[in-house]
């Protein structure tokens, strides 16, 4: 049986897979959300989270290039640090990612509840208080099984899919940012004292955080989980996972500035905090007259989260081939099909765990809220392990090389550290604990290696279980305006973050040795080192000819 996935992904297509993750119910919700938690700052909220998120995504880049295999994500920490903290890793980072399928089918049933027309009255009742009722669930499931079968037979048919999508994701939220800025622009709204309560700088870090700002760039992973699938890994990469986050940060703060703007001042007397809407961008249209756009931005209620629910059942499925890969699920799960050159099985595994969030989490804002606490916690180990490979792994081969990571690798752990405590208390550990209830699968499939180089592993990533109850403790004793009790007051918090977070750092870098993952790894590196040296060798040939 053939179980190699197929090459045929282009750069071009790999940014489209990134930026198609990220413009997806974000942008249609996110503004909202965080102009909700910060009033008009919520305009540095999106350029913190891009800084954030670069930091790290600049780790994954050189990872990627190096090992550009299926669902690649859960497997990196594995080879710098063994099998204990891999399992810690790929679990959380996979739990996040797998839950932005519902959430996606959620935001589209969400946004049509408030159609306006009398045709429609029946959406009126698939949302109760910011709840889907039974037939929005009904109408969500029905969107992710259209999810699924999109994805079920080829690669290409995802990449045609997913490359139209976001051509028009992108077109949308362009033609908002510019009706809305011409048609009723207030600027008042980004000085006037009356603009809602001021929480200071904490309120500009909890919008990072909590208002689905790390949920909308949580998508830089999706060209890195696809690497398997890429022409050119080492070129393609790094020019899909950054040019989609500066692309993504273009728009959304573009759209944070237009839908600031285009509020009535008249709704804001009791400030920001008490703005609601059912369809954010939509209600500011049809309050403007802009009919023609209210018809648009319903209509992209659903191609934009069905975009990237597209983009992630494909990315997914590749984590759960990657996961079983490392031994941590039956062997079924890393099965590619013959013909379409897909992990079946693992898509209907991601499937049955999406209907499971889609029921227990029935709002947008929720759910995105647990979704980037997650992906915080899953993302800390990129920064060590990307230092720690270029200690135990020197001899390896990286298409790229990214200058100044000595520096860019501790300042993305910090800034992971700072963004997960601004996610509030009890949030942070609520998920800490969820992430945890994982480890009895990795217990079982030690025991069925009987406990194989056990110690090892356990000690090398017991830095990262310290790092999460240290986490879990400051959260709740910190500041109040990070939900803790205010024993460590603010300002103080965040230095005790920022200092513990070095050391931790230095910890897991010093943690890791040459793992057996790794040495197995080192195969397929070498195959990318020759295959890139003959493409290399074509290109001059080419030009010679």
Not at 385 to 402: A, F, H, N
């Amino acid at each position: 049986m053939n179980n190699h996935l197929q090459r045929r992904m282009g750069t071009f297509a790999l940014t489209m897979v990134g930026i198609g993750s990220m413009i997806g119910s974000g942008w249609l919700f996110g503004a909202w959300r965080a102009a909700q938690i910060a009033g008009p700052a919520a305009i540095f909220s999106w350029l913190i989270g891009m800084t954030v998120i670069l930091f790290i995504a600049l780790s994954y880049c050189e990872l990627g290039s190096m090992f550009p295999e299926a669902g690649g994500m859960v497997k990196y920490t594995q080879y710098s640090h063994g099998s204990f903290i891999g399992f810690l890793a790929g679990w959380s980072n996979w739990i996040a990612i797998v839950s932005v399928i519902p959430v996606e089918a959620i935001a589209s049933v969400q946004y049509m509840s408030s159609l306006p027309w009398k045709w429609a009255q029946w959406t009126h009742y698939l949302v109760v208080n910011g709840s889907l009722t039974l037939k929005g669930l009904l109408l969500a499931s029905a969107f992710l099984f259209i999810y699924f079968l999109i994805n079920y037979w080829t690669v290409s048919l995802f990449a045609k899919a997913n490359s139209l999508i976001t051509v028009f994701k992108i077109i949308i939220p362009g033609l908002t940012i510019g009706s809305l800025l011409f048609a009723g622009f207030h600027s008042g709204n980004f000085t006037s004292n009356s603009v809602g309560e001021s929480h200071g700088l904490s309120s500009v870090f909890t919008a990072v955080a909590t208002s689905g700002i790390i949920f909308a760039f949580n998508g830089f992973q999706s060209p890195i989980n696809m690497a398997g699938e890429a022409k050119n890994p080492g070129r393609s990469i790094p020019i899909a996972v950054v040019g989609s986050i500066l692309i993504a940060t273009v728009i959304y703060v573009l759209l944070q500035v237009a839908f600031i703007g285009s509020v009535d001042p008249s709704l804001l007397v009791h400030g920001w905090n008490q703005l609601n809407f059912n369809s954010p961008f939509a209600d500011l249209a049809i309050a403007l007259n802009l009919n023609w756009l209210v018809i648009i931005l319903y209509s992209d209620a659903f191609i934009s989260p069905s975009g990237t629910a597209i983009t992630y059942t494909a990315t997914t499925a590749r984590m759960i081939y990657g996961m079983q890969k490392n031994e941590y699920l039956p062997g079924v799960f890393g099965k590619i099909h013959p013909l379409y050159g897909v992990p079946r099985p693992a898509m209907f595994l991601n499937l049955a765990v999406s209907f499971l969030f889609l029921f227990l989490f029935r709002g947008w804002g929720k759910l995105a809220e647990v979704i980037s606490v997650a992906t915080l916690i899953s993302y800390i180990t990129g920064p060590v392990t990307v230092m720690t490979l270029r200690r135990t792994g020197e001899r390896l081969y990286r298409p790229i090389k990214l200058k100044g990571l000595s520096i860019i690798a501790p300042c993305g752990f910090v800034f992971a550290s700072l963004t997960l405590y601004w996610a509030r208390w009890p949030l942070t550990g609520q998920v800490l604990l969820f992430i945890m209830i994982g480890l009895p699968i990795y217990f079982y499939y030690q025991m069925k290696v009987k406990w194989r180089g056990f110690r090892r592993n356990f000690l090398a990533g017991l830095w990262m279980v310290v790092y999460l109850f240290c986490m879990m403790g400051i959260s709740y004793l910190g500041s109040n305006k990070f939900g803790g009790k205010n024993i460590i007051p603010y300002g103080w918090d965040m230095l005790l973050i920022a200092g513990l977070s070095l050391v931790f750092y230095i910890w897991g870098f010093k943690s890791g040795f040459e793992t057996e993952y790794l040495h197995e790894a080192s195969k397929l590196n070498e195959e990318i080192r020759i295959s890139e040296e003959a493409i290399a060798t074509e290109s001059l040939e080419e030009k010679a000819v």
